[in-house]
């Protein structure tokens, strides 16, 4: 670990932002997932790897929870999604300003409208490796569901109407600074916006052409050519195949193994550019406990490789 994070102050520190948040989509258990990672020990198995742990107990967003949120169009908790992911970004901003790396724990996945705006508030030169079986960028006016969990990037990239709500999101992220690994659900609308902005993916159906090394050497020649750029990390963990995640609210099957996730995380570990990371979607309320316990691990190994964790 000593040589990677060319961007971090020493010593390295990873700052915990646990997020127990559900309002992005409608299944409840999802805000568990920050509890469960932690009590599963993330905590002591980051210190095992080096790291000084920084992590003071979950965030609390009972405060604006109790917003009277009517939806906004079809937008389901608007003013509780963005109210909750305004305040992660500004946690998220204020670790990466000191140098440290935030790993937030979610929760679902809008709150990476949170903490893609706080890494780009530090570095808005940062690029965004998104792996999901999920696109996550309908815009308001292409969401069928209205969930926001489904949206996250068009606010980033700034696609779609404006919402007055959602003012505080800069549209910072180009569009040519995201890369996807894993999809294999994207709705229509959502395949027509991809091809718009010309915005690079590699499906699950390229991992099987290529295979995992190959499709992550080629998504970081896209948005980091010259290995400079910092990383920002998104991980859902339904991108992996519901037989390795089971416990996650929208599984898709099709997805990748255990192996292929792990290779991804190691290998951006191996670039030293990582300066945030997410790990969502982990709802330990979903199956039974078996499932629950291996889905739990799995985030948490995911995490330790993406922190620098080495098999040999
Ligand atoms: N973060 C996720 N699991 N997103 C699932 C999104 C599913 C669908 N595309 C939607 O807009 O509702
Ligand atoms: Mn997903
Ligand atoms: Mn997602």
Known sequence: ???????????????????????????????????????????????????????????????????????????????????????????????AAKGELPLTLGGDHSLAMGTISGTLSKYPNACVVWIDAHADINTIESTESGNIHGMPLSFLIGIGSKVDEFSWVKPDLKADSLVYIGLRDVDTNEKKILKENNIKVFSMHDVDKYGIGKVVEMALDHVNPNRDRPIHLSFDVDALDPSVAPSTGTPVRGGLTFREGHYICEAISETGLLVALDMMEVNPSLADEASVKQTVAVGCSLVRSALGETLL
């Open 1 to 95: 670990m000593s040589s990677q994070s060319r961007f971090l102050a020493e010593p390295k520190t990873v700052a915990i932002v646990g997020c127990p948040f559900s309002g992005g989509q409608p299944k409840a258990g999802v805000d568990q997932g920050p509890i469960s990672l932690v009590e599963a020990g993330i905590v002591s198995q980051l210190e095992g790897l080096g790291w000084k742990v920084k992590f003071d107990g979950h965030h609390q967003f009972e405060e604006i929870s109790a917003v009277n949120d009517p939806p906004i169009g079809i937008l389901k908790n608007p003013r509780l999604v963005s109210r909750v992911t305004k305040s992660v970004a500004g946690v998220v901003g204020g670790h």
